[in-house]
């Protein structure tokens, strides 16, 4: 999902982190507008202050739920990054916004 993303916006940067080696479980690092004035800061809050706010479906989720996504599963996709995503979801917005929207399931049809 992350790797689509690349291609859609020339803005989106993901930057691979090779000091964890080949562990799965590592996020990478991710911008849209490129980084804010506050670096470094990682492991003291518990969460990158640079990344953007990722919405599945109208509710805010985290890095790991989209890593994990599959991409036959979305619907539609939207990157916001300008002063229309503060308007919309406050200071969250501040370093860009993607919203997700999923595939619903067809009636009758559980799977």
């Known amino acids: 999902m992350i790797q689509s993303l690349r291609s859609l916006d020339p803005s989106f940067s993901v930057f691979e982190n090779n000091r964890m080696g080949s562990n799965p479980n590592q996020l990478p690092d991710i911008e849209i507008q490129g980084r804010t004035s506050i670096l470094g800061l990682k492991e003291q809050l518990g969460n990158d202050p640079n990344l953007p706010l990722f919405i ?41 916004v993607i919203v997700i929207e999923t595939k619903k399931p067809k009636a009758g049809e559980l799977r």
């Open 56 to 96: 599945l479906d109208g509710f805010q989720t985290s890095l790991q739920i989209i890593m994990n996504l599959d991409i036959n599963r979305v619907e539609s996709l939207t990157i916001l990054k300008d002063a229309a995503s503060t308007a919309i979801y406050g200071s969250r917005a501040a370093n860009g």
